[in-house]
């Protein structure tokens, strides 16, 4: 779930910087780090990512992140042991309950999309149109609303469709499948009137995140 910036009257910005040949991977071990993600479905690794120290976030490239998240949750479900990681090779005593991963089966796991909406049946709180607010509320748990957006008022633009509250599934409790609304938040109503009169933030939110405006 992404923002949607509509830079309305902004200008100047300068270009994002495309390469046209960019590779996939900047380097080799980037692409082993992505495969072995896919290959082990360990759950989400954003609370870990969340948990590492701002002075080596900051210094760490992105693969660096996701390896290190990676690496920390095998390690605390028990699935590796220190020394098998120094090692670089599993215990050959160790009985594992996955078997390997064939050629086939990798192959497959590259190209699978991830499907998170739910095929559930539930009535929406809020429907298009309809003025909300950011609930003015500080999870000490991972969450995905961002800060600005609290107390703020907007309109929903869209309905998303039904998924799990990701605040549920990283710590929080059992996954609760809710509504997910497009919002729009004018830019003035999140930074004042010193912001573009004509700028707007799009943001996909859940349903516990707002109320009524």
């Known amino acids: 779930m992404n923002g949607i910036h509509d830079m309305g009257g902004m200008q100047g910005l300068g270009t994002i910087g495309y390469q046209a040949s960019e590779p996939m991977f900047q380097e080799p071990w980037e692409g082993r780090v992505f495969a072995l993600i896919r290959a082990m479905p360990v759950g989400s690794l954003r609370p870990y990512i969340e948990r590492i120290p701002a002075a080596e976030y900051l210094r760490m490239s992105y693969y660096e992140r996701w390896y290190t998240a990676f690496l920390t949750r095998l390690l605390e479900q028990g699935i590796v042991t220190h020394a098998e990681v120094e090692r670089g090779h599993a215990d050959p005593a160790a009985g594992k309950a996955t078997p390997a991963i064939t050629p086939a089966v990798a192959r497959e796991l590259l190209f ?102």
């Open 112 to 213: 699978k999309t991830p499907h998170e909406e739910q095929d559930i049946a539930l009535t929406p709180r809020f429907y298009v149109g309809e003025r909300v607010r950011g609930r003015n509320i500080h999870p000490t748990t991972h969450t995905r609303m961002p800060r600005y957006t609290r107390g703020r008022t907007g309109v929903v633009e869209r309905m998303r469709g039904v998924f799990h509250l990701p605040d549920r599934e990283h710590g929080a409790g059992e996954p609760t499948p809710q509504h997910v609304y497009l919002i729009r938040f004018p830019a003035r109503a999140l930074w004042g009137d010193d912001a573009p009169a004509h700028d707007a933030l799009y943001i996909d939110m859940w349903e516990d995140y707002l109320e009524p405006a």
